[in-house]
């Protein structure tokens, strides 16, 4: 046999038994899956998805750009949603298992690929759940009213706030998606809600005219580093979590849970999209960009709404109020999605067997709810007691986006890298700009253009915390897999 036909005969079968370890893998984790509770049809993953996404405040952000936020949106749309959206679809289609990004990471690239992922969501949902005690006090005061403000600073209504509500996701993630699912769902409808209300006194005020400040342009900004760290957050920070609700496909309904996913992703993504974009042009009807309330505009549209309107009252007490139950909502999809994911690994033996044990009525991961808590109680306690040191909570915000990007690199990177990877020059490209998109936001997270103490020591600390951990990750695989392959060689002798 000539070089070339040998070669490519040994090509051949290395790829017959690639996709034969990748079926069996997959395999393994749908016999896996099938003890879980299947809760979830596609309504609440619409609901769901508009959680895991829309954040409130970043329609202040956008106004703060005046009407050229249209055309950075529409860029953020192009360059990261839309791929992001791509992505995962096509990810999914492949691999619908329990886990998410973590089985394609584990299956296209290997083991250790995929625990790290798993590591750096685990340590993004947690710091974001650990914070609730902080935003929950920050609306509290904003709901009692400006006699209250001492409220946002305490550190005893803090940490209470942070004690009362992980006991809550605690006993929330125990019961499963049974529960959870009605929250997030309830949640999600509320966030459409709130922007809805801002429409309907948006739009008249727009018609009527004039606005406060021009609402939309088409004009390009100028290419400065302020706009391509305004681009980046806009992108990536803004929109990322569509992997979120694939990390639940083994407790979805139906017999294809991928084609659930996909067409959730396909229903939320004009109402997504729709949401930044008009939540925008309201605040820009109602307030000039300099006087933009960034802790929460929605408040503020709706208090000058009801005003321009003469509706007598005010939105400052009942908005603020609903904005905590989204919090909240969004703080228990956040707390099941890191339940899950040391039951994924500990079903691959990466931690140990009871990670993986369920509730014999609910069948959730008690074990790993149980750790989770924990842990998350304690940094909240941590974060609450160091509220106020603005420094402090900047690097853990920016570490925290550098863990996620992390884990999203791994994502656009599969279809370019992923072995046994099949992909159109479409989908291709979407990932490549993808991955552009959340390259341009770390690089600017760790090197960032607002006045700090020192730039360098700024980045090194917070790139050091995504090198620590994802060292302790790598030690910690390497440990765990050195002695289940001493135990396996033993029980050979």
């Avoid at 849970?257 to 939540?279: E, K, N």
Wanted: with cysteine; aromatic share 10%; glycine share 8%.
């Amino acid at each position: 046999m000539d070089s070339p036909a040998r070669s490519e005969a040994i090509n051949e079968d290395r790829f017959r038994i690639g996709e034969a370890r990748f079926r069996a893998g997959e395999l393994e984790v749908e016999q896996h899956s099938a003890e879980l509770r299947k809760e979830l049809s596609l309504p609440n993953l619409v609901f769901t998805q508009v959680l895991s996404i829309v954040g409130l405040a970043w329609v202040g952000t956008a106004g703060k750009l005046g009407p050229p936020h249209l055309t950075f949106w529409l860029a953020a749309i192009a360059l990261f949603y839309l791929p992001s959206a791509f992505v995962v679809i096509h990810l999914n289609n492949e691999m619908p298992l329990e886990g998410g990004l973590y089985q394609w990471a584990k299956l296209r690239f290997n083991a250790m690929i995929g625990f790290l992922v798993a590591l750096n969501i685990w340590f993004y949902n947690i710091n974001f759940v650990s914070q609730m005690g902080v935003l929950f006090a920050n609306n509290l005061a904003y709901v009692l009213g400006p006699s209250s403000a001492w409220v946002a600073d305490s550190k005893a209504v803090i940490t209470i706030a942070s004690i009362v509500i992980t006991l809550l996701l605690v006993l929330v993630a125990r019961i499963g998606l049974a529960l959870g699912k009605w929250i997030h769902g309830l949640a999600g409808f509320m966030i459409l809600f709130l922007f809805a209300s801002m429409i309907c006194f948006a739009v008249p005020r727009w018609v009527a005219g004039p606005a406060t400040h021009p609402p939309l342009s088409l004009a390009i900004p100028a290419f400065t580093l302020l706009n391509l760290n305004i681009l980046g957050k806009m992108g990536f920070g803004a929109m990322g979590g569509f992997d979120t609700v694939a990390i639940f496909a083994g407790e979805c309904r139906g017999d294809n849970a991928a084609q659930t996913i996909r067409r959730s992703v396909w229903i939320s993504t004009p109402m997504i999209a729709s949401a930044f974009v008009l939540g925008t042009v309201c605040v820009l009807a109602f307030v000039q960009p300099g006087d933009i309330d960034l802790i929460s505009p929605v408040t503020q549209v709706l208090n000058r709404g009801m005003q321009w309107a003469g509706i007598p009252g005010s939105a400052s007490a009942i908005v603020p109020a609903m904005i905590m139950l989204t919090l909240i909502g969004q703080a228990v999809l956040s707390f099941n999605c890191t339940a899950r994911l040391p039951l994924v690994a500990g079903w691959d033996h990466l931690l140990p067997s009871w990670f993986t044990r369920l509730h014999p009525k609910y069948k959730t991961p008690g074990g790993s709810i149980l750790v989770i808590g924990a842990t998350t109680l304690v940094l909240a306690v941590v974060t609450g007691l160091g509220a106020g040191n603005q420094e402090t909570y900047q690097i853990l915000q920016n570490s925290n986006g550098l863990a996620y990007g992390f884990a999203y690199i791994a994502m656009f990177a599969i279809p370019l890298l992923g072995r046994g990877e099949k992909t159109s020059w479409a989908l291709r490209i979407a990932a490549v700009a993808g991955l552009a998109m959340t390259l341009l936001y770390m690089v600017m997270t760790v090197f960032p253009i607002v006045d700090v103490q020192s730039r360098t020591v700024f980045a090194l600390k917070v790139s050091g915390i995504l090198f620590v951990l994802n060292l302790a990750g790598t030690v910690f695989y390497w440990r765990r897999t050195s002695l289940r392959k001493r135990a396996f060689e033993e029980v050979r002798l």
